[in-house]
Each structure stands twice: as C-alpha cells, then as structure tokens.
C-alpha cells in the first residue's frame, strides 16, 4: 500500500519541484509565477499560524468549532429576556398560590406565633427576591474602561483585541469583556461579574433550595475566592506548577471567611444587617481593575498579577 502511494505522489511532488523552480526563472509565463507565488505566500501563511507557543489540541479544537460557537452564541444571546419572562411569570405565579390557596389555608390551622413567624418571613423573602433580582437585571455587569492608558493589564483579549485587566474575560454572548467575570447566567442577562456581586446572594440564598446542587457549587468557589472561569484556570496552573515541583498560591484567597466578607460586602459588624439581612444596593470592594485586599483582610498572599 506505501508502495502505491509512493508510486502515485512522486510524479506529483516532482511537478510541484518544477513548477517551483520555473517561478524562479524571470522567462516563466506570468500566470505559472503568480501560481508559484501564491502557493509559496500560503506555506508562509500556515507556517506562521502553526508556529505559536499556544498552539495545541485546544486551539485546532476552538477553531474547527468556531461556527458553532457562533451560532450558538446568537441563539443563546435571546434566551435572556425568554428566561427573564419566566421567572417574572413563575414568581408570580407562586405568589399568587400562595395568597390565594395557601394563606387561607394556615390562617385556619395555624397558631397565632406560628402565623406572626410565617407571615413575617415569606414577605421578607419576597422582598429580598424581587429587589435583588431586580438590581441583578438592571446592573451593568462592568466593563473595561475605553481610550485609558494608566491601568494594569495583563493579556490582550483575541475576540476585542483590547488590553484586559486582571480577572477580565470576554463573554461570547455579550460581546465584549467583562470584569470579574464568572459566566453568562440567562436567568440574568448581564454576564454574572463584578458589580452585580453584592446584589445577588441574598436571592441566591432565597432560591438555595430549588437550585441546592448550583448553590453549593458556587459556595465552594466563594470559600476559595475563585469565580468559574478561574477555577479551570488555577486548575490547570496547579497542575503545571505541580509537575515542576512547585505549589501554586491563589493571590485571591483571603481565607475561607474573609473570602465571604468581601463577596457579600461586609466591612463592618453591622453590615451583616444592613447589607445581607435587608435590602442593599451597596457595590463591592475595588473597581474591578486593580485587585488589592481590602484593609480588614486580616491575611492575604502577595499580590501578583493573574489572568
């Protein structure tokens, strides 16, 4: 079979050498040396974007699956106002079960403390349901600044061709980078970052037991201080470090407690009230840019520059 095959691509690639060495002679027809020449600029081409120190499986993977990625981008782009419409319509709807065939219900077979407990958390709970779902909608998720030149970044993003400051990735369905950014949430139609961070535990926390599997997911990573997309990353660099054997330190991780104070915004005592009990439309700690701890951290590693 080898022997065929040899048979078959000599003659072929003795042309080619010729073909090749006439587009070298200045007597050759001009349409054989625009062949010569096209033929040579393509091998450049190729060799150019073949020779990258970030080429692998997971390049020829992403591009042999861009026009997938595209059209499922564009479809998903519209499914955020669909899922907003329904949970609007399923909160909805739940409320009015609840006033119409629950309330009645309890009023009868409940006692009186019973009732006062029951009545004072459930509209507690929708309070904080409907206006953090509402501040999550309507708060821009945080970009990165145009035209500025004075801040920090570390890589240039390959969708905008634009600088990216630490934590900063670009979100195939908005368009765009984000800061802080974690995932794309369709239920949300900002991509989940930075800004709307402290305006959405509290209606985590009030969906925790109908999304109990996602909750405990994103505990873990607030208990370590990584969002989804780092938690691929760091993997990925603990592993590389690993087998040169180094350990690798998250610049992010304040510790398992602190960690939760800068999620939820708590820098005083009564924070724990006035921001995770009630209503807050307070923003977090930095401006999404720049990555120092906060003062009251009580410990933190140094601070590096991370993708």
């Not at 399923?90 to 409320?95: A, E, F, K, Q, R």
Request: hydrophobic letters at 40%; charged letters at 15%; a positive charge.
């Amino acid at each position: 079979m080898r022997g065929q095959r040899s048979l078959l691509l000599g003659p072929a690639r003795l042309c080619l050498r010729l073909l090749l060495l006439l587009g070298y002679r200045r007597r050759c027809p001009p349409l054989l040396r625009g062949l010569v020449q096209r033929w040579r600029y393509g091998k450049v081409c190729l060799r150019s974007l073949l020779y990258t120190s970030f080429g692998g499986s997971d390049t020829a993977v992403d591009a042999a699956f861009e026009p997938v990625y595209w059209l499922v981008d564009n479809v998903i782009r519209w499914f955020g106002v669909v899922f907003v419409v329904l949970v609007i319509v399923l909160t909805g709807s739940i409320v009015a079960i609840a006033y119409l065939c629950v309330l009645p219900l309890i009023l009868r077979t409940y006692s009186v403390p019973r009732l006062c407990w029951h009545f004072f958390y459930s509209h507690w709970n929708l309070i904080l349901i409907v206006f953090h779902y509402y501040q999550a909608i309507t708060t821009p998720p945080g970009y990165p600044p145009q035209g500025r030149n004075d801040i920090a970044t570390v890589s240039i993003c390959k969708k905008c061709i634009y600088p990216k400051p630490a934590r900063t990735h670009h979100c195939s369905i908005c368009n765009r980078c984000v800061l802080k950014m974690d995932h794309h949430c369709h239920i949300l139609p900002p991509a989940l970052s930075k800004l709307p961070t402290s305006l959405r535990p509290s209606f985590l926390s009030s969906v925790a037991l109908a999304l109990g599997a996602l909750t405990v997911w994103h505990a873990v990573l607030i208990s370590r201080g990584e969002t989804s997309i780092e938690r691929h990353i760091n993997k990925k660099e603990r592993r590389r470090l690993q087998a040169k054997g180094r350990v690798f330190t998250n610049p992010y991780n304040y510790g398992c407690l602190d960690n939760w104070k800068v999620f939820l915004g708590v820098d005083t005592g009564r924070h724990w009230l006035t921001r995770v009990l009630l209503p807050s439309s307070h923003l977090p700690h930095g401006n999404g840019m720049s990555w120092e701890p906060p003062p009251w951290v009580t410990a933190h590693s140094a601070s590096v520059m991370a993708v």
